[in-house]
């Protein structure tokens, strides 16, 4: 089973590394993909470059086999559309279970991705929940969870794709768009990120603007 883990990166941050370390002892994955965004299709382009956002990222899952990197999206021309992206590790991967990892905003706003109703197809779809929070009322995600939502996580191991989970994952409250404000204050940020990739971040001079 081949988790991925998409987002911008910019940069990296104890956030994401504490989703994805909760979730590769949760879920017998067989490996986690952190998935770098290249052109995002529906937000301004990130701060730092391809080859910053992978150096990061490179250093804070330094010592974590279970994590690696995927670069498709980076390296591919164009805006980035998760569905392409699933495609293209369907055809790599064949009949492997794969996994979409996406926040509760995310899931929320999935109608609007570019060809969303393929998604399902192509890999289950892991939500991290908000306690509280649930979907509109009569609208296309309560449909896409009344057809696919399973409450058995093994289920998603045994097949493909074509099924929903939603999972409770504890946050740790940071985003990287603070890290970016911090950094351009030069405020401390030693409790938000690897103290590698802060490291980083200075010696490259990013973030001071």
Known sequence: MIGIFGGTFDPVHNGHLHVAKALSKALPFDELRLLPCGEPAHRAPPKASVDDRI?????????MPSLLIDEREVRRQGPSYMVDTLASLRKELGDESLVLIIGWDAFVGLPRWHRWQQI????????MQRPGHSVEPGGELVQLLQQHQTDDVSELAGRASGSVSLQTVDAVDVSSTEVRARFAAKEDVSDLLPVAVSAYIKEQHLYLS
């Open 120 to 127: 399902i197809e192509l890999a289950h779809l892991l939500v």
């Open 55 to 63: 150096g990061m990222l490179q250093l804070a899952i330094e010592g």
